[in-house]
């Protein structure tokens, strides 16, 4: 029995997901020597880890152009695939991740590409490739939500006070200022989040999305992780350091007029949520649940479907052709499918990390399958007609 009973009257909860491909584990791409990695989402979501690397091939010589800063953000990478991991776990869906994995003394994705590269043509690729990816990341996600959408640009500081920094390109000076202020157009179009300050769903004003009951700094200081700017903490004092964001929230989000897309540079301190894996796997919890809220609240966003909302209702009318049923449903107990056609149908049951744990075919005499005992927690099922004309994925939650 490879997965423990836990409990005798798991309850399943099954709720029709729009695409086939979301059964997989998520798609993952590589660039020139594996430098570069990118794991594709189904979430208008990009995480980015620029600083977390520690490839460091002798054909690269270390940076030392233009005053170049290579300090590594220890933990950044396990952090973002942590924070994959926990998003998943609550919601079934996946967010995009880019990671460079060359070394900061190698490369500094978080740079022009004259800071960044040094004039060295294997890293100047590699930065290009990091780039091009969070482009197809944003393109796809552009398509299915416009502009809301959200990149978070994670790093690790070394300063004092031990707090998040949110960089949503305003400096100390300007989230000093009143919120009358940074409400007017002339801070909102120095930020990260201006265009959702212009579309927010819940209507919340540039100040209310820094630092009102719903930002994602007062969000994840409810959570135990202080953040500034937030409610708690709504701006820096004029001598504290902080990091306001850099070349990747400022060229991958709406600061920049082309792009649709809003962000934020995401400095995590070490002690408490980077330093062990217990840490990250807490924090990584803990951020879920803020950005699952904070997404929910001020975007047009159904975690349920991993679709955006307006894609709701097409998607119960076309598929209907195929129907999974009862819901819920106990371990050991036999789950119907319903289809229009009598042909064979296949099915497959993946675990939330995309591992089969069960498949078959179903005639259309006897379209049952018997559930097999499976822990507390979430888990897909793929069902598809023979000819490949209806496939649809199911989400299924053990409650
Ligand atoms: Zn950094």
Known sequence: ????R???????????????????AQDIFYGTNQYIEYQQGTVPIILTVPHGGAIQPTSIPD????????????HTIETALEIKKALFTKTGCYPHIVI?????????????????????????LAWKEFHQFIVQARTTIQAGYSDQAMIFDIHGHGHAIPRIELGYLLDSDELAEPDAILNTPKYINYSSLRRLALTSASEATHAQL??????????????GFPSVPSRQDPAPAPDDPYFSGGYITATH???????????????????????????RSRFAGAFAEAAITFLSTHFAINWQSCQPKTAIKETIVSHKEIRVYPN?????????????????????????????????????????IRMPDLPQGLYILKVTEIHGIHCDVYKIICL
């Open 100 to 124: 460079c994995h060359l070394k900061r003394t190698k490369l500094d994705c978080n740079r022009n590409l004259t800071d960044a590269a040094c004039q060295q043509p294997e890293a100047e």
């Open 210 to 223: 820094l630092r009102g009951n719903q930002a994602l700094g007062t969000l994840l200081h409810d959570h």
């Open 63 to 74: 940076r030392t152009c233009n005053n170049a800063v290579n300090v590594t953000d220890v």
């Open 6 to 24: 836990l409990h005798t009257s798991c309850l399943w909860l099954i709720t029709c997901l729009l695409l086939c491909g979301t059964a997989r």
């Open 253 to 279: 989000t709406c600061y920049t007029d082309t792009v649709l897309m809003n962000g934020v540079q995401m400095e995590l301190n070490n002690a408490g949520i980077r330093n062990t894996a217990a840490n």
């Open 328 to 368: 819920p449903i106990a371990p050991g107990d036999m789950l119907h499918v319903n289809t229009m056609s009598e042909d064979v149908v296949s099915f497959l049951l993946y675990t939330p990390g995309g591992t089969l744990i069960h498949s078959g075919t179903l005639d259309p005499c006897c379209r049952d």
């Open 1 to 4: 029995m490879p997965y423990p």
